[in-house]
């Protein structure tokens, strides 16, 4: 498949999500908080089993594991990971085996996309390593064992963030112009959460290389903004080059620190965020990413953030529904 505009094939894809996702205004939105036009682009419906944005980066990493032959994914990450869930999902529609590696102990209270995995059939190794920041390494020994005894494994970084599966939303960030060109509207601002930094890099490496209107912002909702501005770049750079476009530069990476209490802890505000886009516009936003990321946006609005302005909803209703029934997430 070809990226209109891009001077370079994406790479093998497979067909996941149902795309376009609806993009959709939020006047009562707009109404509560008396600013201009906001629209939600709605990944949280991209339509394959409850992944959000994941499907869009698994189409081009499953596509690319296909091509080199591989029979198994190796991903990992934390029990409460989206991108586990959906590379488990993903792997089985197209017959691959899925081995998950997670940080620590199996959760002591049921995590949904740690059933959600073993449910699809995936194989899940706890307590290989402590910490979330040795996961990448032990998702690579981890295929290395494989391959020696035979195995053709595919690793996959956390997250899925990766220049092949970057690409997934820089054909996103074209969706998006196509959507906006046929309602007739020219967005400022793209407003996102970004957890491992493949979803900003991708959209960042559309936005500059199809020469879009916008500037796009991401909430980083798990590491400082520093740290994150710098491998978006090198992601979107990475992401840019495989699709033949215009490299993005530090200017084009607008990160800001939405951690707070920390990763999967709302703060006061946060909560607030995720109420009112229940209670106005029916939209179900996680502690994780979602709530985040509106807080961003409220933040962005007051200090008259030149609108429309798009809001990215990039999924996390596991995390969601959890929370209403239980208070905290696992
Ligand atoms: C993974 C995820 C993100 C962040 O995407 P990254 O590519 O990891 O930055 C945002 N929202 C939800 C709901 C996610 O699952």
């Excluded at 990321?293 to 990215?312: D, I, S």
């Amino acid at each position: 498949m070809t990226v209109p505009g891009s001077r370079r094939d994406p790479g093998p894809r497979i067909c996941l999500a149902v795309l376009p996702t609806p993009l959709v205004r939020a006047r009562r939105l707009e109404r509560v908080l008396g600013c201009g036009p906001i629209y939600v682009k709605r990944d949280d419906l991209s339509g394959f089993g409850v992944s959000g944005n994941k499907a869009r980066p698994l189409e081009f990493l499953i596509g690319d594991a296909l091509a080199q032959g591989a029979d198994v994914l190796v991903a990992g990450g934390a029990p409460s990971s989206n991108f586990c869930a959906a590379a488990a999902l993903a792997a089985r529609t197209v017959g691959l085996d899925c081995d998950l590696i997670f940080a620590g102990p199996p959760p002591t209270t049921p995590s949904v996309n740690v059933e959600l995995a073993r449910a699809a059939g995936a194989r899940l190794c706890f307590d290989v390593v402590a910490t979330r920041e040795e996961l990448d390494a032990a998702v690579v020994a981890h295929a290395e064992s494989l391959r020696s005894l035979g195995r053709r494994p595919y690793a996959v970084p956390r997250g899925g963030a990766t220049a092949v599966g970057a690409a997934g939303f820089a054909c996103a960030a074209k969706e998006l112009a196509e959507q906006c060109e046929a309602i007739g509207i020219t967005p400022e601002v793209v407003v996102v959460a970004t957890g491992s930094g493949g979803t900003q890099a991708g959209l960042v490496a559309g936005q500059v290389g199809f020469a879009l209107p916008w500037r796009v912002v991401g909430a980083s909702v798990s590491r400082p903004a520093d740290t994150m501005s710098g491998l978006i770049l090198r992601l979107s750079q990475d992401c840019a080059d495989g699709l033949g476009l215009t490299r993005p530069a530090v200017a084009d990476v607008d990160v800001c620190d939405l951690v707070g209490p920390g990763f999967g802890i709302a703060s006061t505000e946060d909560r607030l965020s995720a109420r009112l886009a229940l209670q106005h516009e029916g939209l179900l936003l996680d502690d994780y990413y979602g709530a985040k990321a509106m807080t961003m946006l409220r933040g962005l609005l007051e200090t008259a953030c030149p609108t429309p302005v798009v809001f990215w909803h990039t999924g996390g209703v596991s995390a969601a529904l959890t929370t209403l029934t239980r208070g905290a997430p696992t």
